[in-house]
């Protein structure tokens, strides 16, 4: 039988520490929050996700499909069609990362607030 | 009266969008989970956060401060006791940043398998 693995991101050397880092990061969360609908071509996930570059949206994609979270299909139209869409494994991530970004909205006005930043 | 303020990450100009970049940060998610249970020393929160040098533990405490997420009280004994405690607007980011270690280290597996890198 094989060992079980339990992972904690509290140690410094357990993979999911790295795996933490990635799906916490900015463009995973826009990008998966994007696909929540169904899924976009790279055109269209460039205009949802305001401001990312294409090199920064073609290398998380990358990682993304990498890590099983997105698939890649090629249509064999002219000219090809690209798509991207969540796997099963990407769409449970959506209600973590729905939650964070619910957060960061919801409580914007507190932060700012707590940083003296908000004009009463 | 004062116009009603909608945040979104998804627009690049957003200030939810530096938000979210901090919530999601791993030391961020890590010193908020340790905290969960009560305050802490700096010396103790260092030592459940492995590998976290002093300087980001200093900094990243110093930005969730100023977020208003972390409160520091110094305690005036001999040797002064600095103690760091989650505000209750830290508090309601616990369940969030829950869900997304949990999230990690649930999946691991699976993204190891997309990956290729686990043994079966």
Do not use: N
């Not at 305001?50 to 299909?73: A, F, H, N, P, Y």
């Not at 960061?104 to 507190?110: F, I, P, Q, S």
């Amino acid at each position: 039988m094989d060992p079980v693995l339990v992972y904690s991101p509290y140690a410094s050397d357990c993979p999911s520490r790295q795996l933490l880092d990635r799906i916490g990061d900015r463009w995973t969360v826009l990008i998966i929050g994007s696909l929540e609908e169904g899924p976009l071509r790279f055109s269209e996930l460039r205009r949802r996700v305001e401001g990312i570059s294409q090199k920064m949206l073609t290398q998380t994609l990358r990682s993304l499909e990498t890590d099983g979270l997105v698939t890649r299909t090629v249509f064999a139209e002219i000219p090809p069609r690209v798509q991207y869409e969540l796997s099963p494994l990407g769409r449970s991530l959506l209600e973590p990362l729905g939650a964070l970004t619910r957060w960061a909205t919801e409580h914007m006005d507190e932060v700012r607030a707590a940083r003296g930043t908000l004009a009463s």
